[in-house]
């Protein structure tokens, strides 16, 4: 009887597996988001892990859960071709939500969470958008991890690329 259900349970497993490698890349650092557009997002440490091996500028994008601009930024923007292209090539991608509760290692330092106002946010959020808590906003690293500038708002494709290229 069991084995009548093998072959779909075989299939299933296949599919589970192809659909789980997708998300590793060339040096097997698993992306915490993939977008269907071909963006990898990852997290910090893991941005340091790959920053290692082919060193790139470094685009943050802080986010809120309940941040509708960051909501149509990400259907719209971050899924632009020649967006996605271009910071594919050029960048690599945290996406991180300024609100996270749990801590955070970057540079040899621990960020909490902070309460403040109604919300709250994460130390490292409020540290690198000095202070200044707007949703969405972008953080732009260079590839040593240096904060070269912070750009707050909602950006077009062809707003972002024009910004991107000027770094």
Not at 8 to 29: D, E, K, Q, R, V
Not at 36 to 58: Q, R
Not at 98 to 120: C, D, I, N, S
Not at 132 to 146: C, E, G, K, M, Q
Request: net charge positive; proline share 4%; charged share 25%.
């Amino acid at each position: 009887m069991i084995y009548r259900f093998l072959p779909a349970l075989i299939f299933i497993c296949s599919i589970f597996y192809i659909t789980s490698c997708g998300h590793i890349n060339a040096t097997n650092a698993v992306a915490l988001e993939e977008t269907e557009s071909g963006l990898k997002w990852y997290d910090f440490k893991t941005a340091v892990e790959l920053n290692k091996k082919a060193k790139k500028k470094v685009l943050v994008d802080m986010y809120t859960s309940w941040c509708g601009w960051c909501k149509v930024m990400d259907r719209q923007t971050f899924t632009d071709q020649e967006v996605v292209a271009y910071l594919n090539e050029n960048f690599i991608l945290v996406k991180f939500n300024a609100e996270t509760k749990e801590p955070v290692e970057f540079k040899g330092q621990t960020y909490v969470y902070k309460p403040m106002g109604r919300r709250g946010a994460n130390g490292l959020a409020v540290q690198m958008l000095n202070g200044r808590l707007a949703y969405p906003s972008l953080v732009y690293l260079d590839a040593d991890f240096n904060k070269i500038r912070v750009s707050p708002g909602f950006k077009k494709p062809q707003q972002l690329l024009d910004e991107l290229k000027t770094l």
